[in-house]
């Protein structure tokens, strides 16, 4: 699969060739100048392992540029802004990132979020939200700091009153009838789901069980502003801007709305769902 990150990992591996090639040293002589095996030099330069700050250094220096180091480094820390890890960013739990994400989302004014499992975060209801987070904390090893990141994503929250803003959220009716968090829970979250149906600046669909398809219910991802879309995956979040990648999430996203019901019909499975549950 070929990703705005792995794109950039396999440009950044040419450089590292360039250079070793301009120093007119082979694979082998470079690993032993560096102490390293051979087999590092050779996955680094073809976009296979992700190179540390200290390995881009080393290399610039053992090829005779060390003044190609700083420059080698910004290329990383770009290729690290378009995927991190989860484990790297949940270093100090998950308040942070919530309150990134808040400070971030107030310069959108368009977002469009599609999930098939899970209720979108900007509709969580605080037991919901809860669920999530202390679950993903077990998953990741990560610091326990639920109350803080609920209270942050319910910060978040409030752009759905933000005049100006647009949001538009798919969801399958599979995330629907999950049980993340406890039954009675589960009820006041799909209630919570309907009056969001009301908000004036918001548009809830929903892919109900029985539609026919044009897609596969995929992976996750958020569009914003047709701009830059990031995705989620159990390991690590990507953010794509490549005008090609932003175009095939948009073709997708019209895929699964086409299928999606709206208004009082979303109402009515959403009702449906919740007399379900509360049975």
């Known amino acids: 699969?070929?990703?705005?990150?792995q794109r950039a990992r396999e440009a950044l591996g040419?450089?590292?060739?360039?250079?070793?090639?301009?120093?007119?040293?082979?694979?082998?002589?470079?690993?032993?100048?560096?102490?390293?095996?051979?087999?590092?030099?050779s996955k680094l330069e073809n976009g296979q392992q992700t190179a540390t700050a200290a390995d881009l250094t080393a290399w610039a220096e053992a090829t005779g540029q060390?003044?190609?180091?700083?420059?080698l480094v910004a290329d990383l820390r770009g290729l690290e802004t378009n995927y991190q890890s989860w484990r790297r960013r949940l270093a100090k739990g998950h308040q942070p990132i919530q309150e990134a994400i808040r400070k971030a989302e107030q310069v959108v004014g368009h977002t469009r979020a599609y999930e098939p499992l899970t209720v979108p975060g900007l509709l969580q209801t605080?037991?919901?939200?809860?669920?999530?987070?202390?679950a993903n904390a077990v998953l990741h090893q990560s610091p326990r700091d639920t109350d803080a990141a609920?209270?942050?994503?319910?910060?978040?929250q409030e752009a759905l009153y933000q005049p100006g803003k647009r949001f538009e959220f798919i969801v399958s009716e599979a995330a629907l009838r999950s049980l993340i968090c406890?039954?009675?829970?589960?009820?006041?979250?799909?209630?919570?789901?309907?009056?969001?149906?009301?908000?004036?600046?918001?548009?809830?669909?929903?892919?109900?069980?029985?539609?026919?398809?044009?897609?596969?219910?995929?992976?996750?991802?958020?569009?914003?502003?047709?701009q830059y879309v990031t995705v989620e995956t159990i390991s690590a979040e990507q953010y794509l801007d490549s005008p090609t990648d932003v175009a095939?999430?948009?073709r997708a996203w019209e895929m699964y709305q086409a299928v999606a019901v709206f208004g009082t019909e979303a109402h009515r499975l959403l009702s449906s769902v919740a007399l379900l549950l509360a049975a």
């Open 1 to 5: 699969m070929s990703t705005d990150y």
């Open 14 to 41: 040419k450089r590292l060739h360039q250079l070793r090639g301009e120093a007119g040293l082979t694979g082998r002589q470079l690993a032993a100048a560096l102490g390293w095996a051979h087999s590092k030099i």
């Open 66 to 71: 060390p003044g190609a180091a700083a420059s």
């Open 126 to 134: 605080p037991e919901y939200a809860r669920a999530v987070f202390a």
């Open 150 to 156: 609920v209270m942050e994503r319910m910060r978040r």
């Open 182 to 226: 406890p039954r009675e829970a589960m009820v006041a979250q799909v209630y919570r789901l309907a009056g969001a149906i009301g908000l004036p600046n918001v548009s809830l669909g929903i892919i109900p069980f029985a539609t026919q398809l044009t897609l596969g219910l995929r992976h996750s991802f958020w569009i914003q502003d047709d």
């Open 248 to 250: 095939l999430y948009l």
